[in-house]
């Protein structure tokens, strides 16, 4: 079992940056074998933001190529996987969410709003 707690979001202008934080704890954290960042605007489906596996890989969506950086780190029996989101644009806005991937379950946290005025 795999708890998820995200922080960070907010408001920012258009060309503004921010960091997400994800705060994972449970067992056998250093099992993971994914974590990653989705998010879902009104409307729309949820989306893959950007992954990082347990060796490191990393993954983007097209639209956040070149802006965003995902980055984890890891302590004893805690995991912190972070979203630095920078040039943001409006079409960033949505609730963002943590995910984890252990022994082929998913674990998902509650989501925090990001907003860009423009």
């Known amino acids: 079992q795999v708890q998820l707690v995200e922080s960070g979001g907010g408001l920012v202008q258009a060309g503004g940056s921010l960091q997400l934080s994800c705060a994972a704890s449970?067992?056998?954290?250093?099992?993971?074998?994914?974590m990653a960042w989705y998010r879902q605007a009104p409307g729309n489906q949820r989306e893959l933001v950007a992954s990082?596996?347990?060796?490191?890989?990393?993954?983007?969506a097209d639209s956040v190529k070149g802006r965003f950086t995902i980055s984890t780190i890891s302590r004893d029996n805690a995991k912190n996987t972070y979203l630095q989101m920078n040039s943001l644009r409006p079409e960033d806005t949505a609730v963002y969410y943590c995910?984890?991937?252990?022994?082929?379950?998913?674990?998902w946290g509650q989501g925090t709003q990001v907003t860009v005025s423009s």
């Open positions: 990082i596996t347990r060796d490191g890989t990393r993954d983007y």
């Open positions: 449970g067992r056998s954290l250093s099992k993971t074998d994914q």
């Open positions: 995910n984890a991937v252990q022994w082929g379950l998913q674990y």
